[in-house]
């Protein structure tokens, strides 16, 4: 049987090189895509390994992966999720456990955060009950403007829930300076900047919880999946339970007893020795990957420096090539300090424009160019707001004035690994020839 599977392995490396592997040159004309996914024989061998042990549900390549995404980022602790939103909904719920005491989370306290962004990072707040409260952003990082921050925090103000914009650190050390100052959590959104640096320290790793999304357009993909990490056992403790339907127990699975006390505990108001298998001390869900999701990203970690660096060398190209239309565009500059994981590339239509995003955007298109917006723009203007009140169901600080403008006149392209440097020549050609246009 081990000859066997074996042989099976072998054959699917051969496989790899006859129907994946693609070697070919970027031709003029050939799509450009903003994001995709990067992998060799190694991630089919495993998802392949993986199936014929069947086990399905999480496993050793779902604890090689955990321990592995810890130890890179150097943290106590990485639990798998389902995806990046569920890493967030996770980190989120984790801040509302009554084990937190008076630091719990609880509905109607505000959390300070982004319009400008994706709509998972502001979901679980709304949908717990508490009370969103929106800042600006700066135009130059599409960062959290920190300028004005202070004067969102308020006595009912309890964490920070911000992202890392398109890979990029946003200001941490004045965001920490203030969490302590206000005895605040910080919830990094880490979903768009794995591998990121700030001050020679990963970002996700600042904040009592970081979060990850490993879909396909990110840094490293299982297809869907993500990650929730910290520093803080406690914090671990909880999001494990929330994770896994809100349990008590903390068994793996497949294993029974591992506190040794499974018939022999009295909690809450069960009758004495209730299977500790079946006591749930959080309202959870289950939001666990399977053990082929898990076997990619064994596979893709051992890639990640390779994207970040190919990640970094085709933005800081592009920005070099495109630094002669700078009185046109605004274009992206990463925070001081900062050592980004760049997601995509941000370009910005100054007000004295001559054309407008949709026009460009357009063109670009119809060239074979993948683009995209900065996400939701102002998440306050989409519909799933328009039940929500202002100064009841959130608040806002200031007039969002840049992220009006991101919404309004932005757009980003990719600069992902299987991005080639020719490929980007012809992005910037594409660009020169619409400007001239107009």
Same mark, same amino acid.
Request: hydrophobic share 40%.
């Given at each position: ?68 995404? *810890? $130890? @890179?980022? #150097? ?8 995806? !990046?939103? %569920?890493?967030?909904?996770? +980190? ?103 591998? *990121? $640096? @700030?001050? #020679? ?8 919880? !970081?979060? %990850?999304?490993?879909?396909? +357009? ?105 630094? @002669? ?12 300090? %900062? ?100």
């Amino acid at each position: 049987m081990d000859n066997l599977r074996e042989e099976i392995l072998q054959k699917v490396k051969e496989y790899y090189i006859l129907n994946h592997k693609n070697n070919n040159e970027f031709i003029i004309g050939d799509r450009v895509n903003y994001a995709g996914r990067i992998y060799d024989e190694h991630e089919l061998v495993n998802l392949v390994d993986s199936a014929l042990d069947f086990w399905l549900t999480a496993s050793k390549y779902a604890r090689d992966f955990e321990n592995k995404l *810890a $130890k @890179y980022l #150097g943290v106590i602790g990485a639990l798998l999720v389902n995806s !990046g939103s %569920s890493a967030n909904l996770l +980190a989120f719920s984790t801040l509302t456990s009554p084990l937190l005491k008076e630091r719990a989370i609880k509905r109607g306290d505000e959390i300070i955060t982004l319009a400008a962004g994706f709509p998972t990072t502001i979901s679980p707040i709304v949908q717990f009950g508490a009370i969103p409260v929106f800042v600006d952003i700066d135009l130059d990082t599409a960062n959290i403007d920190i300028s004005n921050l202070e004067q969102a925090i308020s006595p009912k103000t309890k964490a920070i829930f911000i992202a890392h914009t398109l890979g990029n650190p946003f200001n941490i050390k004045v965001i920490k300076e203030i969490c302590n100052k206000y005895n605040l959590w910080l919830i990094e959104d880490n979903c768009d900047a794995l591998g *990121a $640096k @700030y001050d #020679g320290r990963f970002t996700g790793t600042f904040g009592d919880i !970081g979060t %990850s999304s490993f879909y396909p +357009a990110h840094h490293i993909t299982m297809g869907e999946g993500g990650a929730v990490y910290t520093n803080n056992p406690l914090l671990k403790k909880i999001a494990l339970s929330i994770r896994d339907w809100g349990r008590d127990c903390y068994c793996e699975g497949g294993k029974d007893n591992t506190c040794g006390a499974r018939f022999s505990q009295m909690l809450g108001k069960l009758p004495f020795g209730y299977d500790h298998k079946y006591i749930y001390s959080h309202f959870g869900y289950n939001l666990k990957a399977t053990e082929m999701q898990a076997s990619i990203g064994v596979a893709q970690l051992d890639k990640l420096d390779f994207f970040v660096k190919r990640r970094q060398e085709n933005h800081n190209y592009l920005s070099n090539r495109l630094q @002669y239309l700078n009185d046109l565009f605004i274009l992206p500059k990463a925070t001081q300090n %900062s050592h980004p994981s760049w997601f995509g590339f941000l370009i910005t239509i100054k007000d004295s424009k001559k054309f407008s995003r949709n026009e460009i955007s357009e063109f670009l298109e119809s060239k074979n160019i993948q683009t995209r917006n900065l996400f939701g723009g102002n998440m306050l203007l989409h519909p799933a707001f328009d039940t929500l009140k202002e100064g009841v169901d959130y608040r806002v600080v200031g007039d969002l004035k840049n992220t009006n403008k991101i919404m309004n006149d932005s757009f980003w392209i990719g600069v992902y690994p299987g991005i080639s440097f020719k490929a980007i020549d012809y992005i910037v050609d594409m660009i020169d020839e619409f400007v001239k246009s107009c």
